[in-house]
């Protein structure tokens, strides 16, 4: 099925481009403080931000352990159609990441003296990282806050708000940074940061004055629920920690065995790596979906949406090697280097980084697929990718090749981690459901889906077709006939309401032995039309008025910004 002719695959695409957006706006906001540290305080400044990466990279994992756990936990409760449970999701990821925040100020305030001997900070750049570390602290406080509001935010289907908070962080930060650091030095791009980072809060509260916002404060602190948020977070929070772990022991090697310059190329490896997590957008674009699904117990749905996500990573993986094999040489001036075998080095370790892209992004999304049925296997993949094979091949290239050759391990690496990855999950699990082990909710339900654009015509054609399913399963001739009617109407209005739009529903339905369960999505305008306060303007609207009134098992929920309708009906009735 085309990506463009499907609910599922349009509600993807729309939620695309944000999510790659939302998972690397953290990310790019270093990158943001490397460049302006490179092009208006030099090499040295540039070199003093590597020893930060380990301290942002712990930040990012404790923010993830919140805020993807949360998305996830909210979306798979409005799958199961649980209103209440969800809010309280939310409203737990808003106190957990004020939690997350003031245990960082303490990490930070009394661990620094620790942290600067373990980390061995030369001392021509001690001035330069205790410039940054003023502000350092406040930001520490506030990204866990903006993190979990995006995401939330996100989860709502408000891309807009999203942008627009993505927006003034970006902008935000490039242009106070700029102007701080004219005054300030380091600090004053410190300072930047944290500015632009509570502007992009500022924005994301907004959306809570909308009228499509669904998201409901509850104060709600569970045990049992904090666990199963971190369980959902664990395998791109981990991405974090390791990546962490890996940067201080490279940052610790480095200093024992090279020159000050070798740290520049470093510092610039580690942005590329870390802006792989834009292809961690592929799968926050598909996980509402997917969870949603998940909660249904649709195995259609989430193998549909898995084949969208095969072939964004493809394309996207394809262009991003392309773009950074090509333009080498042009992101070496960006950051300010000038010597030209550093040039030459730091273009060939860029190089080696974007070839192994493609399988780094794959384990990594197959790791968060199965954080949720199989959290071991996810929890290998990660530390093969993330930590074990980069680490090794670095070490050990520069042991057996030599120096020159050290950093194609950022290349070689992520390939060893993927056929390391495969073997592991064919061992534990063999190849009977693999990749995506979806065994259990196939024995469990089986369900029929259709996509299709809204017209008259699809309509009835699937409406006849959909008649002859139910009529070969055995489905009695009452509760046939009252599925086909509410379906048939409720399209109808949907269209009627969206004249002069293109818009797709899915409807899925599910057979048991003694239920029929019908799901109509649609991304048109929102309406309920479970709702007997409905404003009755033709015959259609009535018609539909009646069919809920003597239909009671029966639900609406905003789901993502799209509306979704859930009918069960007693087979045999």
């Excluded at 818009?503 to 039309?529: A, H, Q, W, Y």
């Amino acid at each position: 099925m085309l990506i463009k002719k499907t609910f599922s695959g349009q509600r993807f695409r729309a939620m695309l481009m944000t999510a790659s957006i939302s998972v690397c706006a953290e990310i790019a906001n270093v990158f943001i403080d490397k460049i302006v540290a490179a092009q208006l305080l030099g090499e040295k400044a540039l070199a003093s931000i590597s020893f930060f990466s380990p301290l942002f990279s712990f930040i990012f994992f404790l923010n993830a352990l919140v805020a993807v756990g949360s998305l996830a936990c909210y979306s798979i409760e409005l799958g199961r159609m649980d209103r209440d449970c969800a809010n309280r999701f939310f409203g737990q990821s808003i106190l957990l990441s004020f939690v997350v925040g003031i245990l960082m100020v303490l990490l930070f305030t009394f661990g620094k003296g620790f942290m600067f001997r373990f980390m061995h900070v030369d001392p021509e750049l001690l001035q330069y990282v205790d410039e940054f570390y003023v502000w350092f602290l406040g930001i520490a406080f506030f990204m866990p806050l903006c993190n979990v509001l995006q995401e939330m935010i996100f989860a709502d289907g408000d891309t807009r708000i999203c942008n627009a908070s993505y927006a003034m962080l970006l902008v935000g930060n490039i242009v106070l940074s700029c102007l701080l650091c004219t005054r300030m030095g380091m600090s004053g791009i410190a300072l930047g940061t944290l500015l632009s980072i509570v502007l992009s809060i500022a924005v994301l509260c907004l959306h809570f004055f909308r009228k499509n916002n669904s998201l409901r404060f509850v104060w709600h602190f569970k045990i049992a629920d904090v666990g199963r948020t971190f369980r959902f977070s664990m395998a791109e929070a981990c991405e974090y920690l390791y990546f962490s772990l890996l940067t201080a022991l490279l940052n610790f090697y480095f200093v024992e065995h090279f020159a000050v310059e070798k740290l520049t190329v470093l510092s610039i490896v580690y942005e590329i790596v870390e802006m792989s997590v834009i292809f961690n957008g592929i799968w926050l674009a598909a996980e509402p979906l997917i969870n949603i699904y998940r909660g249904e117990r649709n195995d259609k749905g989430i193998l549909q949406t898995m084949r969208f996500v095969n072939w964004a990573l493809v394309k996207e993986g394809v262009f991003f090697t392309a773009f950074l094999v090509i333009f080498a040489p042009v992101m070496t001036h960006l950051f300010g280097i000038h010597s030209e075998s550093l040039a030459d080095e730091t273009a060939f370790a860029i190089r080696a980084c974007a070839v192994g892209l493609f399988p780094l992004a794959l384990v990594k999304t197959y790791a968060s697929y199965h954080v949720h049925e199989l959290p071991l296997l996810s929890f290998v993949f990660i530390s093969l990718v993330m930590f074990i094979c980069p680490f090794a091949g670095v070490l050990g290239i520069h042991a057996f090749v030599g120096e020159q050759a050290m950093w194609s391990a950022f290349g070689v690496a992520p390939y060893v981690a993927l056929g390391a990855s495969v073997a592991v999950h064919l061992l534990l699990h063999g190849k009977r459901h693999f990749p995506l082990e979806l065994e259990e909710f196939s024995i469990e339900n089986y369900w029929f889906m259709h996509d299709m654009e809204l017209t008259p015509k699809n309509l009835i054609l699937y409406r006849n077709s959909i008649s002859k399913l139910l009529t070969h399963r055995g489905v009695s001739g009452d509760v046939r006939i009252k599925a086909m009617l509410i379906l048939e109407e409720l399209g109808m209005v949907v269209y009627e309401r969206n004249k002069g739009k293109k818009v797709f529903v899915e409807i899925d339905v599910n057979l048991k032995p003694d239920s029929l369960t019908m799901v109509i999505k649609d991304d048109g305008v929102l309406m309920d039309l479970t709702d007997f306060e409905q404003r009755v303007t033709d015959l259609r609207m009535y018609l539909v008025n009646m069919f809920m009134t003597v239909q009671e098992d029966k639900c609406y929920l905003l789901t993502s910004n799209y509306n979704r309708h859930v009918f069960r009906f007693d087979r045999n009735a």
